[in-house]
């Protein structure tokens, strides 16, 4: 075995393995910033623009979103009182599940809009800080894999070409999405399995876009196509499903996911450097320099 199949071995074995590992990428990502401060330079303009971005969305979406929820849950509780009132006594105790259901009802609703509100500030937050991110990238894969893969020389082209590839990016990712929604539609028509199966489908999907871009800054540096983007999110399964998760679950906790956002994508360079990088780059004997071209 040469030195550099060696230095692969090794670091394949050392790479954090099993469902749960995943998951832990963007704590790793944060202790390594906090251990390399020089980082930190790279995330502080996506961070202000995350919150910037939050600040609107919270204001424009999430406010008006809890009052509508309110107003909701009190239409509900208006035409149930009625009825509820007119119960024989040995019934009364339908009155205390009715108010536990009102409660779970808005616990949920509330819990969705977080959710959504979080969605949507990771597509802004992404496409806003991704000059600083894919530096950002840049960095995290020299640590953590010696060299780093620069992309071509800044140039005319080169800046129209990354553009054009940023919004086929979104309006694929935006067909992808739209075309898996439409069957989880189908799957409401099923009475109560089906909104069950809907509702954890949708979540699966939302994680789905959630890697793609947590992953996106790696693999974009190195031109790949948007359907080798999602077979390499799908074969790292089950570690990719539980980092997207945990993405998804961090990205909808307010206030809190401007910072997620940018440790998000400092775990998928991560990520890609443990899992990927060794599984298909190393074996390709991808050199890594400024001179390299595409």
């Given at each position: 075995m040469t030195q550099p199949q060696k230095n692969l071995a090794i670091r394949v074995a050392r790479a954090p393995v099993g469902l749960i590992s995943g998951a832990t990428y963007p704590f790793q990502a944060l202790v390594l910033m906090v251990r390399n401060p020089n980082l930190w330079g790279y995330i502080l303009f996506p961070v202000l623009a995350n919150a910037i971005a939050g600040l609107a969305l919270y204001v424009g979406l999430l406010l008006?979103?809890?009052?509508?929820?309110?107003?909701?849950?009190?239409?509900?509780?208006?035409?149930?009182?009625?009825?509820?009132?007119?119960?024989?006594?040995?019934?009364?105790?339908l009155t205390v599940l009715d108010n536990v259901l009102e409660v779970l009802l808005q616990i949920v609703l509330i819990l969705g809009l977080l959710l959504l509100t979080g969605f949507?500030?990771?597509?802004?937050?992404?496409?806003?800080?991704?000059?600083?991110?894919?530096?950002?990238s840049e960095q995290l894969e020299k640590l953590r894999l010696g060299e780093a893969f620069v992309s071509p020389p800044e140039g005319l082209g080169n800046a129209l070409r990354d553009i054009w590839r940023a919004i086929a990016f979104e309006?694929?990712?935006?067909?992808?999405?739209?075309?898996?929604?439409?069957?989880?539609?189908?799957?409401?028509?099923?009475?109560?399995?089906?909104?069950?199966?809907?509702?954890?489908?949708?979540?699966?999907?939302?994680?789905?876009?959630?890697?793609?871009?947590?992953?996106?800054?790696s693999l974009e540096r190195r031109?790949?196509?948007?359907?080798?983007?999602?077979?390499?999110?799908?074969?790292?399964?089950?570690?990719?499903?539980?980092?997207?998760?945990?993405c998804f679950f961090l990205c909808a906790i307010p206030v809190v996911n401007f910072l997620t956002i940018p440790l998000c994508v400092a775990g998928g360079t991560l990520f890609f450097c443990d899992r990927i990088w060794p599984a298909r780059f190393a074996?390709?004997?991808?050199v890594r320099s400024e001179t390299k071209t595409r």
């Open positions: 008006p979103g809890l009052k509508g929820i309110d107003r909701l849950t009190l239409t509900l509780s208006a035409r149930l009182y009625p009825l509820l009132a007119d119960l024989p006594r040995w019934l009364s105790w949507v500030l990771v597509q802004f937050g992404t496409v806003l800080g991704s000059p600083w991110y894919g530096q950002l309006l694929k990712k935006l067909f992808l999405v739209g075309g898996l929604g439409a069957i989880l539609l189908l799957l409401n028509l099923i009475p109560a399995l089906g909104t069950v199966a809907a509702s954890f489908g949708g979540i699966a999907i939302a994680a789905l876009t959630f890697g793609l871009d947590f992953l996106d800054a031109r790949v196509r948007f359907r080798e983007k999602l077979a390499t999110l799908l074969t790292q399964l089950p570690a990719s499903g539980s980092f997207s998760l945990a074996s390709e004997g991808e």
